[in-house]
Antibody, heavy 115, light 111 residues
Framework: QVQLQESGPGLVKPSETLSLTCTVPGDSIRSYYWSWLRQPPGGGLESIGYIYHTGDSNYNPSLKSRVAISMDTSKNQFSLKLTSVTAADTAVYYC?????????WGQGILVTVSS | DVVMTQSPLSLPVTPGQPASISCRSSQSLVYSDGKIYLNWYQQRPGQSPRRLIYWISNRDSGVPDRFSGSGSGTDFTLKISRVEAEDVGIYYCMQGTHWPFTFGPGTKVDI
């Protein structure tokens, strides 16, 4: 099973930018689409967006004005930036492999938005 | 967005007995490639989701054969033939056909 690993700050202040990175083992990053999702505490799952190494990407319209996903193939990493965060953005953030069939997930990282 | 509904939302089970979860989509999930991107995930307490089933009925490697998926059109079902204690958790259906991909609200299975 592919082990994806999310990393980044666990606490972000309101109005600031949430930045997370997902590290992909091996050299498979060019072979798949890669996704970000989130899950509020006690809540359901939400797709944030996905990216391919060609730059093909898509973002959830509900977040589109605030989100950017990028990829650094030399580091086998892809990243999420979410701007102007509020308490509503507090969630466990997951990275996952592929987009339509999300077959492997990271362990998730809890990001709390609070001053 | 495509709305995914699940029933029941809570499912008390007895070990050894069967269990069934229903999932319904607000529109057809047939993609332009002819596939139906309907997946099922299990989320055990404190863990990340684990895919059990993809394309309605294809079981993932390592998933016990007591799990099965079926359905067509807009109605889908996840069945557990004989529930075991390790099956406790929340089960989500997810559609990967129409962006944004969406999940059902989850069905909590407990003993």
């Amino acid at each position: 099973q592919v082990q994806l690993q999310e990393s980044g700050p666990g606490l972000v202040k309101p109005s600031e930018t949430l930045s997370l990175t997902c590290t992909v083992p091996g050299d498979s990053i060019r072979s798949y689409y890669w996704s970000w999702l989130r899950q509020p505490p006690g809540g359901g799952l939400e797709s944030i967006g996905y990216i391919y190494h060609t730059g093909d990407s898509n973002y959830n319209p509900s977040l589109k004005s605030r989100v950017a996903i990028s990829m650094d193939t030399s580091k086998n990493q892809f990243s999420l930036k979410l701007t102007s965060v509020t308490a509503a953005d507090t969630a466990v953030y997951y990275c996952a492999r592929t987009a339509r069939v999300l077959d492997c997930w990271g362990q998730g990282i809890l990001v709390t938005v609070s001053s | 967005d495509v709305v995914m509904t699940q029933s029941p939302l809570s499912l008390p089970v007895t070990p050894g007995q069967p269990a069934s979860i229903s999932c319904r989509s607000s529109q057809s999930l047939v993609y332009s490639d002819g596939k139906i991107y309907l997946n099922w995930y299990q989320q055990r307490p404190g863990q990340s989701p684990r895919r059990l089933i993809y394309w309605i009925s294809n079981r993932d490697s390592g998933v016990p054969d007591r799990f099965s998926g079926s359905g067509s059109g807009t109605d889908f079902t996840l069945k557990i033939s004989r529930v075991e204690a390790e099956d406790v958790g929340i089960y989500y259906c997810m559609q990967g056909t129409h962006w944004p991909f969406t999940f059902g609200p989850g069905t909590k299975v407990d003993i």
